[in-house]
């Protein structure tokens, strides 16, 4: 290196979620810190420092970057190398480069305490803008063109900075330094209100007041969120409630409700410190909670769930409407039954229009669709029940070749991409019944492959020949191999932990698609490392039963209890049923069709679910014979045990029936 004796050059390489999250202000911020020299650029790979000084203080230097990143930065290596070319007099931010890309996608960022008080600050010129943000919060995936995530490759490209704008981006005193999303009144997003008998009812404070007030008199409201559409009504209301589930045509299916802040969570929840944790995260997700024995919020909310699914303002537009409403909302996804979370402003007025009375709306644009993350705690862990905005998408390390595509299922569908000794995992995609549902995968799944400039290696999907994944696949590459179901549970949850122990592994789930056409769903494995990979061998299932109407049966659980039943006891399952006071599923219309469908063995779909067995149980115990959503049978039934209708557990027999089991 041609620098002087007392001085080093070096070249940091950063790789990691290094993007969207305020860490080239930061490492100047460092640098100005410790008389650093050189520069810091964003690359396709991560972050790329050129620094000169002293040795002493470039350690110090070296150390804080990791010690001190910003909040919501994740740093998976930081690789020291020889430094190269010129040396600067100064330190400076460098426009990105990008060759190639594996760099982490940045996430979206929930207000944060800065811009809160801001957005409540009379004096300030960002008072009460619903689009405010800073180098630290604000959408980051859910706005991405391209990488890196500079403002020209987001959908905020279109919105030149005003001279006062322009000057706290240049500012590295400024909170807005280097802030790809900064924009004010004078230069942003505008917010409007459209009625959907037509026109423009206000703009701006105006639009937002009277959306307001629209809400306070039980009307329902669509408005523009930061990965889609929300559908709002007054969470204390119940007709307003009855109403949208009227017309979404969602009888029961528990709706998730939006505070304005933790203490007014508090007024209608039970939150631990580990869920309020969770709440106030940057990902500001819905968390599941106990709620107030004594304060309910309206009944139709929940329908009798035994949990409330809540969440927090996470976005300024979202915080100024509970705001202005003094009450907490009803904050559902807005779509229609089945289908994607609507981003697109045309189709926000087509299909939402016979569902709202009004649409608030704005002009920045949604790229990339987030419904919005619902996690669970669980022993103070946080487990992830669906993975959206703010988690979305998700990276694991992954020693596999670029571009390889994993499909996923067909229900709760995600897809996963590998690249550059990562697993990038994608926000929910939801059902694949609907063909829009099909289509946003299919779109997502180019999009992602543009960004990461790659071109498809192969595409993974599960066995099943009549899922939409599978027939996607076959679409997108002509190497489509599939892929057992439960199988392919166990090997991500191998993944996911990045652990190859040997062990037993348990693959139970609402059901998939066994070796020979049966419906698996209570499987055992025996797992065992073989070079560097996890070996896996099926040693056997929960006794199978049948079961009569196969889907229909995950919806008419009654229909599970008689499967079980005749499983156990064979012709006497009706006799056995009455004796043991279990029959209400015997009531049910058509079940003596189907008994003697069981009986005389002409119903042939063999299944060992434990899904369908919660089904079945909950049927005997008469909690829920049919229901209008997936999986609010063992949802109630879930509830019975937390309140404490817990007996004795059955003991588990253990028999082996054939030289595969």
């Not at 180098?135 to 490759?153: E, H, K, M, S, V």
């Not at 550059?420 to 779109?443: E, P, V, W």
């Not at 929960?542 to 196969?550: D, H, K, R, T």
């Not at 009455?578 to 005389?600: F, T």
């Amino acid at each position: 290196m041609n620098v002087p004796a007392e001085k080093m050059q070096l070249r940091l390489e950063i790789h990691g979620l290094v993007q969207g999250v305020g860490f080239r202000p930061f490492v100047y911020r460092m640098a100005q810190a410790h008389d650093v020299k050189g520069w810091v650029q964003n690359t396709g790979d991560g972050l790329v420092i050129e620094a000169t000084g002293d040795a002493d203080r470039l350690h110090q230097f070296i150390a804080r970057l990791t010690s001190e990143k910003p909040h919501g930065a994740r740093i998976d290596s930081l690789d020291v190398l020889e430094g190269e070319g010129a040396q600067r007099e100064d330190f400076v931010i460098l426009e990105s480069r990008v060759t190639r890309v594996s760099t982490d996608f940045p996430l979206d960022v929930a207000i944060c305490e800065e811009c809160r008080r801001e957005l409540s600050s009379p004096g300030n010129r960002r008072f009460q803008y619903p689009f405010i943000t800073c180098t630290y919060c604000g959408p980051r995936f859910t706005i991405l063109r391209a990488l890196p995530f500079d403002r020209q490759n987001t959908s905020m490209a279109k919105f030149a900075l005003c001279s006062e704008c322009a000057e706290e981006y240049s500012d590295p005193e400024n909170r807005r330094f280097h802030a790809q999303t900064i924009s004010c009144p004078d230069c942003g997003p505008q917010l409007k209100l459209l009625m959907v008998d037509g026109g423009v009812r206000g703009w701006n404070q105006d639009a937002l007041r009277q959306a307001a007030s629209l809400l306070r008199e039980g009307g329902v409201l669509a408005l523009k969120g930061i990965g889609g559409y929300h559908i709002a009504v007054d969470a204390t209301n119940e007709r307003a409630i009855q109403n949208l589930r009227q017309r979404k045509r969602r009888p029961e299916k528990p709706l998730a409700v939006m505070f304005a802040d933790l203490q007014r969570l508090h007024d209608f929840a039970q939150p631990t410190e580990a869920e309020c944790q969770c709440l106030l995260s940057p990902a500001s997700p819905i968390v599941l909670l106990k709620q107030h024995p004594q304060r309910r919020l309206a009944p139709g909310v929940g329908q009798g769930a035994p949990l409330l699914g809540a969440m927090l303002s996470h976005s300024p537009l979202h915080l100024l409407l509970c705001e202005a409403c003094e009450f907490p909302l009803v904050m559902t996804s807005g779509n229609t039954s089945g289908g994607p979370v609507i981003i697109q402003d045309d189709d926000a007025f087509r299909k939402l229009g016979p569902l709202v009375d009004a649409v608030l709306t704005h002009d920045r644009d949604i790229l990339h669709h987030a419904d919005d993350s619902v996690v669970r705690v669980w022993d103070r862990q946080r487990t992830v029940l669906r993975l959206g905005r703010g988690l979305a998408p998700y990276v694991i390390p992954c020693a596999a070749p670029s571009g390889i595509l994993a499909l996923g299922g067909h229900q709760k569908n995600s897809f996963a991409l590998t690249n550059q000794n990562k697993l990038f995992i994608s926000q929910d995609m939801g059902t694949l019944d609907a063909y829009q549902n099909l289509q946003r995968l299919d779109a997502e799944i180019r999009s992602w492959f543009d960004l990461m400039k790659l071109q498809p290696a192969c595409a993974l999907h599960d066995q099943h020949p009549d899922y939409g994944s599978t027939r996607l696949a076959t679409r997108i590459h002509r190497k489509a191999p599939g892929i057992p179901h439960h199988e392919a549970h166990v090997m991500a949850f191998y993944m996911e932990q990045q652990s190859m122990e040997a062990g037993l592994a348990l693959a139970w789930d609402g059901w998939g698609l066994g070796a020979e056409g049966e419906l698996w769903g209570g499987e055992f494995y025996d797992v065992k490392p073989r070079e560097g990979k996890a070996w896996l061998r099926r040693m056997g299932s929960l006794l199978p039963f049948i079961l009569a109407g196969a889907d229909r049966a995950a919806r008419e659980p009654w229909r599970c209890a008689l499967g079980v039943a005749h499983a156990l006891f064979g012709e006497r399952a009706d006799r056995k049923l009455e004796h043991y006071g279990a029959a209400a599923c015997l009531r049910q219309k058509g079940a003596d069709i189907v008994l003697s469908l069981l009986q005389k063995g002409q119903s042939s779909a063999q299944c060992s679910s434990v899904g369908r067995i919660f089904d079945a149980v909950a049927s005997l115990l008469n909690i829920k014979q049919v229901c209008t959503f997936e999986a609010q049978a063992p949802m109630l039934l879930e509830g019975q045990v937390e309140e404490g209708h817990v007996f004795d557990p059955y003991p588990l027999i253990i028999q082996r029936r054939d030289a595969r089991s």
